[in-house]
Every structure is written in structure tokens, then in C-alpha cells.
């Protein structure tokens, strides 16, 4: 178990030493291998820890799947049936989507209705 930041740096050091040996992720039976996955187990556990990942916002992700997809405001509105200051309203969090504007972005934009609904 990992218990200070000085530990988790010590172990990164060596798991990036560890990964300068292919061999070392690839062949159970090389020298490094166990103890790289057991150091790499215990990263994930500190970093789960003390480095929580939050989910990211609807806003986030909406920007990001606009990107993906190559939409501007103007085609979304359209794609989702709302004015294009609606959208914008959406994109700077200014309001949240209706349950109907929230199910078509999920369908829509392929977008998890948890994340949709803020659950």
C-alpha cells in the first residue's frame, strides 16, 4: 500500500524502468513482470484514492461529441429541434435541457443517458 506521495513518485520512477523491457509486459516468465503488475496495481489504488477521476459535465461532453461528429451550434439546434440559442444556453451551462431535449441528445449524439440525466 501506497502512503505518500514520495512512495507513489519512488514507484513510478521504477515502473518507467520496468517498461524500458518489453519483456518485462509481455513474457510472465521475465524478471520484471510480476513486479511490475503488482507496482502497477498499486498505483491504480493510490490513484484511485487521491485522484479521483469526476465525471465530466454534460456541457463537456456534448463539446466534445460536437467536435467528434464536426456540428456547429446551428446544426445541432437543428438536429435537436431547439433554437440555436437554446444550444448555446446548454454549452455554457446556462440551462439544462427539457427531458425531451435530454432524450434526443442521447440518441442523437450517442451520448449515455446517465450522463445526459447527471446521474
Excluded: F, H, W
Aim: charged letters at 30%.
Amino acid at each position: 500500500m501506497i502512503q505518500t506521495e514520495k512512495q507513489y513518485n519512488a514507484i513510478l520512477e521504477r515502473i518507467e524502468e520496468l517498461l524500458k523491457d518489453s519483456d518485462n509486459i509481455e513474457n510472465q516468465n521475465a524478471k520484471g513482470y510480476v513486479e511490475l503488475n503488482i507496482l502497477s496495481d498499486l498505483v491504480a489504488d493510490y490513484e484511485e484514492q487521491n485522484y479521483p477521476v469526476k465525471k465530466p459535465s454534460l456541457t463537456e461532453v456534448i463539446k466534445l461529441r460536437m467536435a467528434e461528429l464536426g456540428l456547429n451550434q446551428k446544426r445541432l439546434s437543428e438536429l435537436l429541434g431547439v433554437s440555436t440559442s437554446r444550444v448555446s444556453e446548454y454549452l455554457t451551462g446556462k440551462s439544462e435541457p427539457t427531458l425531451k431535449v435530454a432524450r434526443e441528445i442521447s440518441k442523437k449524439l450517442s451520448i449515455e443517458p446517465s450522463i445526459v440525466l447527471g446521474v
